[in-house]
């Protein structure tokens, strides 16, 4: 089956929506749609399920300019995150276009028709879809999501404990290794067990900045190990600015003010 649009979209996260709202708001005369590889909306946040999974920065710099972040925290949880995702899509009739269990698998450009072929993988039905654009938007993050860094290390076989990756944590699974499984080929859990367990996290990045605190409250002891030093600042969740302007001023004049104090404050800071 093929079918033709002026312009696709591939990936319903936060880029794809974003695309969506302003091809309708700028180019109500182009028709469009969105392609999803996953069976929800939200990309990263609707993915990602480890333990202290949040926003590595402000929510007013980060959300929509058109529909601005109203929750209480400037650096917000994955669900809440996620919530609003689905709420935005929602309410700007993006969610109607979405063409969820979508898979591409081929992308091709034909300089005679200016157009863009795209091969996609549905399950239901099975029969493969064609479709073709004039414009093509990959919003689709930069790195897999089915297939996270995993390095080897001698002796990794032999360890008798578990062995997850953040990526694998929640909808399926944290992926669990054993002296007799490979860590690529584990079976997969809907949850990880470590109440009580030592635990190590190995990295100090972002994520495992996020996951240490909050595997600290049911874990019965964490360390961090990280090749070089690093620098880590306590940043309140709620920003003490937002409360004081969103008091005296209109939601939509004090959002727009601090989404240029944190651009500035990002800039020079």
Known sequence: MTKKVDVLIVGAGISGIAAAYYLGERCPHLSWTIVEGRAAIGGTWDF???????????????????RPWRGEKAIADGSAILQYLKDTAREFGIERAIRFDHRVRRVSWSSGAAE?????????PSEPLQIRCNFLFMCTGYYRYDLGYRPDWLGMKDFAGDIAHPQDWGARGARRHSP??????????????????????IGSG?????????????????????????YVASVPARDPMAARLQKRLPFKLAAWLMRWLQILRQRYY
Do not use: C
Request: charged letters at 25%; zero cysteines.
């Open 206 to 230: 972002a994520t495992a900045v996020t996951m240490a605190p909050a595997l600290a409250e049911r874990a019965g002891h964490v360390t961090v190990l990280q090749r070089s030093p690093s």
């Open 180 to 201: 007799s499984q490979s860590p690529s080929h584990g079976a997969d859990r809907d949850d990880l067990d470590y109440a009580g367990k030592r635990v190590i996290v």
């Open 116 to 124: 863009w072929t795209v091969d996609i993988e549905r399950p239901s």
């Open 48 to 66: 990602f399920r480890y333990p202290g999974v949040r926003s590595d920065s402000d929510m007013y710099t980060l959300g929509f300019r058109f």
